[in-house]
């Protein structure tokens, strides 16, 4: 009981944090998927939708104020895609890539300039930012609600993704771009669904995530993207299942590694994480066997 | 064509000369803390170490995004080879003077600081160089990120001061140091480029799998640039952390590798002199030209600009950068080279066309 | 049409450059004297909030007292003021552009790090600095240019481990840095060399740039049965420590160094139940005039003025760095004074005999170019109304 007591609190900050990259790491995944692109503006994506929360809440009730967010963020995925990604279809991966880290250079740069600079503090949401007790930890409610709500959008996502017809045209154009193409599904509503769906995800992963940590910089969104496409890779790209039990595995050890005082690590643990499965098993837990297309 | 070749490269010798004079006669006649010679010295260590990563993106066709850490390796070990013995009590103040208890000379530190980069780039190509495109990129983005953590850990803070600065190491005071240790590493470059190692390297480029069956030893080959990209990077970051005159692993994050890759995507991937130019339009750009933007004094005749203010500066340059990676994705050069023969025949057409 | 826009590029970039060399052109055309005082501070990163305060305390100075007599002539003072971003590698372009400026002398910075970062780049360029609230000793040591009007991390270390001592009874404590921060790294190494002199034991630990995840730190300082909470960080992550002690009822008093001593700290901590003191120069209880009148009279100019309002972070409590900024303006005044000269080298050889008694007490400077001063101000959060309570004032024994 005494060990239990201890590590508690680190496995609840953990799991909390696992659900949160969980939702941030299905969009790197899907867009991965799809169009072999590492979306490096997706952790920025993040980090914009707490900022609209907190510049909105300032004249807007929460109820309002959220969901807006959420939809607005929403659209920026929609927008990125069709401004900095969809110009770049037929040229080289790096390009497109290239363009993805140019875009996150320039939504922080917006952040940087619409905050100034300092630290925003996000609204506190009642109800799931409460205080409450558990086994004698004290943590958030957010604490408790990430991974229920997590694991409700998943099955919600997976379902979108077996039986509409949307889905369908995801699973196709992931499996052969081309071919897809040839089938007649149109390419580009799928891709611009890809993106709203991924940045809607990101968009609750971020009010969950802020609800919990409320401090928001420019950077924040980073370090958090960065775990969550760690999290897509371990658990094979391409791969929703995948890439949320990758994203609970590397919160919780994240935390586990802070509690045991090797916090200068805490970060670099999770690429060591990342080389190691790239080094044993490229496709990670559950990725297909990758066809190497020539 | 051959004296073509050779008049090029005299022509480049030439304007490698005027330009050598024109920085010596700038410092004579402009006070030494001009904001051009801050921009010449970092622009010039930019552009080695964008021509570094060009060597591997651009001519090898290697993806890799671990140029910050090497950069970091350089940076760290010229610093703790060369701080005054007497100074180190003061700079390793709470690991009691470290346990490096002696000094080099600068150019022994330099090249050592190349070496350790490229020792560390061989044993870390040795698992990721296999990696496919964006799965290398990440690999090594992660390696950078994990050698910073190292570098921060205070439990070998006696060797690297933890994650405190590192300082009072011999600096440089003239711009043209930066320009001549740049120079002779990128006349380096390009004289490797030139060579059968160049052409294999570009042939892995174009296709590995072709290249693999003319014969071209992939792993080897990749290894080697890989290694030699980093020496670079590393003599790099030893004149980034004499230009600075301090030095802490916290800098060097995976935003300086973007900045970089921007340099080499803005100068053209696979040109050397695009990198060059790019560099010095970079930093003078980020750090000289379009600070007014930052400054909410600016009017514009009587009218008060109220959207200026600190951080527009790079909103501007964000979408700078965004309009040219969308709009001129070849960048200032393509994959061409400045030569003073091109522009000599292109003249010639042009008088042709125009007769 | 890539051609048109190539060409619209450039224009742009052309009109740049004439902006340049035109707001250059209007700074040269007016026909009083001049001389430029450099404002090195952060005014965005970690350090963003605290570094707009000191700058406010410096440009409410330089509003009171727009000019100085040197050697009979009057001359205006113009602040020139340039964003260190909190950042080391930042800081030394940020200095530089300083120095290209032609500043007489240099006021700042927030934060030791970028200081010690800037350091050298000024002496090189012969302009003296004066540090504000940059406490770390390698800020000075070995620099002849750098002087400063604050106290040192030792003595503030010291000060904090006796206070938790004494006043909690505390036997062990936890340290919390953030990781390539010279600021907090040296004052917890100050402290737990302190504090373990008494016979107290340290936990000490650091988290990396870019942290907002606090609660595993919080969990540790309970689970190792700490009995004070101490982390001298800055304060954009001390209101996410306030926000997961508070999540975590953490019972332990936090104690912090002069950065805390902010009304973000104040804000974090209203309503909540954690218990925080800090160490710091300068307390607004006091009853002399001069600092009555400089605690009035900055009230009613933040009133006046919408801008420094918000920088101050939207209310009226006054800040200790922001004192101290405009002591170090004063002092600054007083320097080019005894100088009777804009001439950084000039500057320099006077600046060991300069005195000044400001609002933050007496300034003078030692043999380092650091303050005499042996005594801060410790002061408590009244969690119940959200400002701050004089507790005592310390010195090291």
Known sequence: MGFFQTNLPYLLAGISTGGQYALIAIGYTMVYGILRLINFAHGDVFMCAALMVIYSASFLPLYISVPLAIIATALLGFAIERVAYKPLRTAPRMSAMISAIGMSY???????????????????????????????????????????????????????????????AMRAVSRDFETAQLMGVRINSVISATFVIGSLLAAVGSTLFFSNYTGVTPTVGGMPGLKAFVAAVFGGIGSIPGAVIGAFIIGICENLIKGLGWTTFSDAFTFVLLIIVLMFMPTGLFGEKTIDRV | ?????????????????????????????????????????????????????????????????????????????????????????????????????????????????????????????????????????????????????????????????????????PIFHSTL???????????????????????????????????EAMGINLAHHKRLAFTISSFFAGISGALLAMFQTTVQASQFKSAMTYEILLIVVIGGVGSITGSCISSFLFVACSEWWLRFLDNSDTFIGSIHLSMLRPGFRKVVFSVVIMAIVLLYQKGIMGDKEFSISKIREKLKKKKAEDE | MKKNLFVMLVLFLATALIFVSCSKSSESSSDAKVVKIGVYEPASGDNGAGGKQETLGVQYANYLTPTVTINGEEYKVELVIVDNESSNDKAVT????????????????????????????????????????????????????YYRICFLDPFQGTVLANYAKDTFGAKKAYALAKLGDDYSVGLCNYFKKAFEGLGGEVIYETFPEGT???????????????????????????????????????????????????????????????????????????????????????????????????????????????????????????????????????????????????????????????????????????????KWQFVSVQSVK
Request: glycine share 8%.
């Open chain 1, 106 to 168: 320039l939504l922080q740069n917006l952040a940087l300039y619409v905050t100034g600079g300092l630290t925003k503090y996000y609204p506190p949401i009642p109800y799931i930012s409460d205080s409450i007790e558990i086994f004698g930890a004290m943590t958030k409610r957010v604490t408790v609600i990430t991974p229920i709500v997590t694991v409700v959008l998943i099955f919600a996502l997976v379902s979108i993704i077996k039986y509409t017809k949307i889905g369908i």
């Open chain 2, 1 to 169: 064509m051959d004296s073509n070749k050779k008049r090029d490269l005299a022509a480049s010798v030439i304007l490698i000369a005027l330009l050598f004079l024109i920085i010596t006669v700038l410092e004579q006649l402009l006070p030494k803390t001009s904001m051009i010679f801050t921009v010449l010295k970092k622009g010039s260590i930019y552009a080695l170490v964008a021509v570094s990563m060009n060597l591997l993106n651009g001519f090898t066709g290697l993806f890799s995004l671990g140029q910050a850490g090497f950069m970091l390796l350089g940076a760290y070990t010229y610093g703790i080879l060369t701080i005054p013995v007497s100074a180190r009590a003061a700079v390793y103040q709470y690991y009691n003077g470290g346990i490096v208890q002696f000094a080099l000379p600068v150019f022994a530190a330099i090249l050592l600081a190349g070496v350790v980069a490229a020792f560390f780039a061989y044993l870390i190509g040795l698992p990721v160089l296999h990696l496919k495109s964006d799965y290398l990129a990440i690999a090594t983005l992660g390696f950078a990120e994990i050698i910073r953590a190292i570098f921060q850990w205070d439990k070998i803070g006696a060797l690297t001061n933890g994650s405190n600065l590192l300082r009072k190491f």
């Open chain 2, 177 to 211: 140091f930066p320009f001549a240790v740049s120079a002779v590493c990128i006349g380096i470059i390009v004289l490797l480029i030139n060579s059968t190692y160049g052409r294999a390297f570009k042939a892995i480029r174009d296709d590995e799998v072709a290249a």
């Open chain 3, 94 to 145: 940020a200095a530089s552009e300083l120095v290209s400026k032609g500043v007489s002398l240099v006021l700042g910075s927030y934060g030791s790090g970028v200081s010690i970062a800037g350091g050298d780049t000024f002496a090189n360029a012969e302009v003296p600095a004066i540090g504000i609230t940059c406490t770390n000793p390698q800020v000075t040591l070995g620099n002849d240019w």
């Open chain 3, 212 to 386: 907002s995840d606090f609660a595993a730190y919080v969990a540790n300082a309970k689970n190792n049965g700490c009995d004070v909470f101490y982390s001298p960080v800055s304060i954009e992550a001390a209101a996410l420590i306030i926000e997961q002690a508070n999540t975590q009822g953490l019972k332990m008093p936090i104690l912090a160094g002069d950065t805390w001593d902010s009304n973000v700290v104040l804000g974090a901590a209203k309503g909540t139940n954690v218990q925080i003191s800090v160490t710091t120069f300068f307390v607004e209880g006091s009853t002399d005039s001069q600092v009555t009148e400089f605690v009035d009279g900055f009230k009613s100019y933040l009133a006046s003025n919408s801008t420094a309002l918000t920088n101050n972070g939207g209310n009226d409590e006054i800040a200790a760095v922001t004192a101290m900024g405009f002591d170090a303006y004063y002092v600054a005044l007083e320097a080019l004074k005894a100088a009777g000269s804009t001439k950084g080298s000039d500057i320099q050889k006077i600046l060991p005999n300069v005195t000044y008694k400001g609002v933050s007490g007496d300034i003078a400077f030692d043999e380092n170019g650091d303050a005499i001063r042996d005594v801060a101000y410790v002061k408590k959060v009244d969690n119940a109304t959200g």
